[in-house]
């Protein structure tokens, strides 16, 4: 993070779009001074600041509708029992957007 707000100009902002493990790096450590200076911004966000309870409704007529295409963005199809061979090609580099179909 820190590195971001290093590389972004000035009067830049620097989005927050994704978590890491928490063990990991349990804290984030800016200089404040340095951010004031440059009028740097540190925004977070999380599912792009949507509004679950309108925007997805939204999003599953676009689809039902086929305005929204999104069976062209899956790479694999797993049923359940296969979910563990799902988690070991996304690891593998094999599956970046399998989906688990469920019997109907």
Same mark, same amino acid.
């Given at each position: ?5 290093? /590389?972004? +100009? ?7 779009? %994704?978590? +890491? ?14 951010? /004031?200076?440059? /009028? $740097?911004?540190?925004?977070?966000? @999380? ?10 409704? $939204? @999003? ?10 999104l069976d062209e963005l899956i790479? /694999?199809?797993?049923?359940? =029992? ?10 593998? %580099? =094999?599956? @970046?957007? %399998? ?6």
């Amino acid at each position: 993070m820190a590195q971001a707000v290093d /590389a972004v +100009s000035k009067a830049g902002t620097v989005v927050l779009t %994704g978590m +890491s493990d928490p063990t990991e790096v349990p804290t984030i450590q800016l200089n404040g001074t340095f951010m /004031a200076v440059y /009028a $740097k911004r540190l925004l977070t966000t @999380l599912y792009g600041h949507c509004n679950p309870h309108v925007d997805i409704p $939204k @999003l599953a007529k676009l689809y039902r509708d086929g305005q929204l295409k999104l069976d062209e963005l899956i790479t /694999a199809r797993y049923e359940l =029992a296969d979910v563990n061979k799902g988690y070991r090609d996304l690891l593998a %580099g =094999a599956n @970046l957007r %399998g989906i688990i179909e469920f019997e109907h």
